[in-house]
């Protein structure tokens, strides 16, 4: 199977005794690309030199994560994150909204959020959205944000039909993380309700390692546990829900289709 892990921080320093081999095991699972996230400047910077050195195999993006939202200093981010983007990320975030840890005050993470969205509105750049306990102020900026045209994903979901539905109607993508194999995961109907040609897998790698290696570090060869779990209750092959995934990552992110001989 050939898939796409969407989601990875690989630049996270889990990864500094042992990043190459991680790498490799991921192209030999089957991966044919990793996106990097870069949650903070910090973070992108370093994603950027991974990207650089695994050209057409490990991608990267620069936000702000809502936890960091306190700190968002909307001059100075802002325009580390076009010089980001004109520099070859190839999308915006992780940002979005944590009313779970509440890490920053909401009124800090709103405005971090609503910053990036308007500079993917502007730069017409996808955005990886973080969203968790915050429904409806998610909702709101989703639907405003696809008003102007910004397009993006609802990254390791876990909450209501009522969201992904909005963020479905909007034009967005729904991607899912080993969470969904765990024992006690029972939403069942969110996995089937996101359609085929809006789904999307990821590690979230070092985090969130899929059943049976939950609680071990995560890694994004570990992908195909999810993909394995999306393929029985979806009632279909690991390769249709590898390749379909794989194709929705490359759509929303802008990245060439790969050699069919490769
Ligand atoms: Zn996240
Ligand atoms: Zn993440």
């Known amino acids: 199977m050939r898939y796409i892990d969407s989601h990875a921080h690989l630049a996270d320093a889990a990864f500094d005794a042992d990043r190459e081999d991680v790498i490799a095991r991921a192209r030999s699972a089957g991966a044919s690309a990793v996106i990097s996230i870069g949650e903070s400047i910090a973070a ?4 950027a030199n991974i990207a650089a050195s695994h050209p057409g195999f490990v991608y990267h993006t620069a936000g702000i994560h809502p936890h960091d939202a306190a700190e968002f200093h909307e001059p100075r981010d802002i325009e580390a994150i076009r010089r980001h983007v004109a520099a070859g990320a190839i999308a915006i975030g992780e940002c979005g ?3 779970h840890y509440d890490h920053s005050p909401r009124e800090a993470q709103r405005r971090a959020f609503e910053s990036q969205l308007r500079l993917a509105g502007e730069l017409q750049r996808p955005v990886v959205v973080h969203s968790r306990e915050a429904d409806d102020d998610i909702s709101d900026m989703i639907g405003a944000a696809a008003d102007a045209g910004v397009r993006g994903v609802l990254h390791c979901f876990t909450g209501t039909h009522a969201v992904a539905e909005t963020a479905l ?3 967005w993508y729904v991607s899912f993380s080993g969470i969904v194999t765990f024992k006690k995961w029972d939403d069942i109907e969110l996995l089937r309700l996101v359609p085929d040609d809006r789904l999307l897998v990821e590690s979230d790698a070092p985090y969130l390692a899929p059943v ?3 609680g071990k570090r995560n890694e994004p060869a570990f992908v195909t546990r999810t993909i394995e779990r999306l ?3 979806r009632e279909t092959s690991l390769d249709s829900i590898a390749t379909q995934t794989a194709a929705n990552t490359r759509h929303l992110f802008g990245l060439a289709m790969p050699d069919a001989h490769s």
């Open 231 to 233: 393929a029985t209750v």
């Open 212 to 214: 049976p290696m939950r």
């Open 44 to 47: 992108a910077d370093r994603a």
């Open 169 to 171: 109607s909007a034009g």
């Open 97 to 99: 909204l944590d009313y």
